[in-house]
């Protein structure tokens, strides 16, 4: 189930404006010209930023997330892409040459959905096809910074994000909007933060080799970059 931040239609109408530009997208434009991926499967796609422009670029792109609030803000975006409600285990057949999984989506998966995700993407890539994607440094203790973030305002709407627990790998938090009219809405989240052995480990388990570990050229030091690739 997605957090009430994706999934509820109030907040997921939100989720463009608090996110800001997404700066972070380029790494992944020039990851698939890296590539040459002609192909590609956007998993987590949510409101669809990356996987437009990827479209727009003239690649075939199928975006899916399992929050339907997200899923039409990203569906009246563009046709361009094919957008599918679920998740990286219910795709229909598929052959692409990358799959990306960018916002962290990694982190989200808390037990075994995570392999059951991985080796999803497995089935959908082509063999020798890429899987991206981003997650955070546990080391570098992200959540520190979450509790010392001030309040956000956009739009007469304002954000708050509360650290609830912190229990590594897990760490719990809570974002609360209040709305111009002075009623409030809050999402709980929880995620997990895995060390490069650990998601090594996983990728290897579900049929990848691990081409490369990078940074993240807009956020240095904080996150890994995981390029893997269908064996």
Known sequence: MADP?????????????FDGPRDDLE?????????????VLDV????????VSLAERGRTVVGVD?????????RAKSSLVTWVHGDATTLP???VDLAVMTGNVAQVFLGDDWEATLRGVHAALRPGGHLVFETRRPERE?????A????RAVGGVTERLEVLDVSLPFVSFRHTYRFPDGSELASDSTLRFRSSDEVVDSLVACGFRVVDVRDAP??????????????
């Open 5 to 17: 931040i994706f999934s509820d239609p109030r907040l997921a109408a939100l989720y463009d404006a």
């Open 27 to 39: 790494l992944y434009l020039g990851i698939a010209d890296e590539l040459g991926a002609r192909s």
């Open 44 to 51: 987590g796609c949510g409101t669809g930023c990356l996987a």
């Open 66 to 74: 399992p929050a339907l609030a997200s899923l039409e803000l990203a």
């Open 93 to 95: 057949p598929l052959r």
């Open 142 to 146: 992200a959540w520190v910074t979450w």
């Open 148 to 151: 010392a973030r001030p309040e």
């Open 218 to 231: 807009d956020r240095p030091g904080l996150e890994f970059v995981f390029v893997a690739e269908r064996k």
